[in-house]
């Protein structure tokens, strides 16, 4: 029976990464993954894809309708959908690939099959093909991530109902789609079908959309999502019910408020109603290991679970369900073993919803800073006073920093716009070293660019904007 230092369950984000900074820190590490290929959810059928088909369909929205006013005329301008899907499937085919190259450089071995702990240092792993064969592990990470959550009267098909998967496997661009639960996933893949052509309808019990993210940022990319896209939303919205009707799905509906009851058909409905932990079948009733009581392994500070020498991150156990997160997670773990230290900063984790605009989020809120008693000093600027983004055409949104207002210190940033995804990198940054909003404010940005929105808005923490 082979045995290694660390044997980690699951080949995603945080399982590869937490292996290949094990295997830097000199241990002989094993990956197990149940999938054909790694790469986990992030990879295969979540990050990677979704913001393959959103740039492809930012650019065909693009050319039917923006072109234009930058003096490029286009006679008519074609989908060919199987084209946009075979992109997105070689850009997948081409990132799951770079991890295998990584394992063997990194002298990882990487197992396929379905991991089972038989007890604190022994994995069994069951292979495509029924074949059973055990390995010995001084440790043992658990990096099994989430899987979609499946509402009882909406069973995922991935033909007429969908999970975030078969949303990025169709084959053909549905009249009418509608998407119950207006988080992240739903808005993304809402706005990836909008473009292409389809009718989209958000349903979300929650009296607002993604209620966790700065509302004063939602405002704006639910009307952009509304006007430039055609997306309609029902909030504060109960579906009760599905049935086929003429082979396309109808479900009936409620208010939360009222009890109004009515129904809504469509060709397509995607359920993104959020994700749940995955431990089927990973042996933790054998060993012992807890969970809470909304089924995540439980840890302490050292993402060590009840059973010392078994670990778990990312999805698995508390926290934002984000690749990244998942990542810090997996070298903390890797750098605990070899150092007995290792950190996570879970105060600058950042937030995107890549949309278009895209909402790009970290640290806290002003609504989540006026509860935890915190005054804030809050600096606003938007893009349309800014030379790089009317050059650009892409003028919707603002930026926002929110200071202590008795150290200056920044405790959150948020933008709505163009490209956010890539400037907030810089706050985040900022934040890490306990930066001021008068360091942001004092700190050159090329001119002209999109980011000295960020200046100017540190600078409005002080009312020092300039304006125009």
């Known amino acids: 029976m082979e045995s290694f230092d660390l044997v980690v369950i699951g080949a995603g984000p945080g399982g590869y990464t937490g292996a290949i900074r094990a295997a830097q820190l000199g241990f002989k590490v094993a990956v197990i993954e149940k999938d054909k290929t790694l790469g986990g959810t992030c990879l295969n059928v979540g990050c990677i894809p979704s913001k393959a088909l959103l740039q492809s369909s930012e650019f065909y929205h693009e050319a039917q309708h923006d072109f234009a006013t930058h003096g490029i005329m286009l006679e008519s301008v074609k989908l060919d959908l199987a084209a946009m899907m075979a992109r997105k499937n070689k850009i997948v085919g081409e990132l799951t690939g770079g991890i295998e190259f990584l394992f063997k450089k990194n002298k990882i071995t990487g197992i396929k099959g379905k991991g089972q702990i038989l007890n604190a240092n022994t994995i069994e792993v069951t292979d495509a093909n029924g074949t059973k064969v055990q390995i010995q592990a001084k440790n043992i990470m658990i990096a099994t991530g989430s899987v979609p959550v499946e509402l009882p009267f909406l069973k995922y098909d991935e033909k007429k109902i969908l999970s975030s998967t078969g949303a990025l496997e169709l084959d053909y661009v549905p009249k009418e789609m509608l998407v119950v639960g207006g988080g992240v996933i739903g808005l993304e893949m809402g706005s990836v079908w909008a ?20 509302q004063d940022c939602i405002t704006v990319l639910q009307r952009s999502l509304k006007k430039n896209l ?19 799905v109808e479900l009936d509906y409620e208010g939360v408020a009222d009890g109004k009851k009515a129904s809504i058909q469509g060709d397509v409905v995607l359920v993104s109603t959020g994700r749940k932990p995955f431990t089927d079948g990973l042996g933790l009733e054998n060993v012992g290991v807890e969970k809470d009581e909304r089924g995540r392994v439980k ?12 670990f778990a991150v990312g999805d698995v156990t508390f926290g934002p369900m984000l690749a990244h997160k998942a990542e810090e997670e997996g070298v903390a773990v890797a750098e605990i073993l070899a150092t007995g230290h290792g950190h996570v900063n879970y105060g600058t984790v950042p937030s995107v919803i890549y949309t278009f605009p895209e909402v790009s989020s970290v640290g806290m809120t002003e609504a989540e800073a006026k509860n935890a008693g915190i005054e804030v000093a809050v600096g606003k600027f938007p893009f349309s006073a800014n030379a790089r983004a009317k050059a650009r055409g892409a003028t919707e ?3 926002k920093i929110i200071a202590d207002k008795a ?13 956010s995804s890539e400037m907030l990198g810089e706050i985040v940054v900022a934040m890490e070293f306990g930066g001021s909003s008068e360091d942001l404010a004092r700190s050159f940005h090329s001119h002209p660019t999109m980011s000295e929105v960020i200046r100017e808005a540190a600078l409005a923490v002080d ?4 304006q125009g």
């Open 195 to 214: 473009r292409l052509g389809s009718k989209v309808t958000v349903i979300e019990y929650a009296d607002k959309i993604c209620a966790m993210m700065d």
């Open 230 to 248: 055609g997306m309609n939303f029902l909030t504060s919205t109960k579906v009760t019910a599905s049935r086929s009707v003429g082979g396309r």
């Open 299 to 310: 840890i302490n500070d050292h993402y060590q679970t009840n059973v010392p020498n078994i």
């Open 397 to 399: 949104g603002f930026v």
């Open 407 to 419: 150290t200056d210190r920044i405790i959150g940033g948020h933008i709505v716009g163009a490209g």
């Open 463 to 466: 009312k020092r904007q300039r």
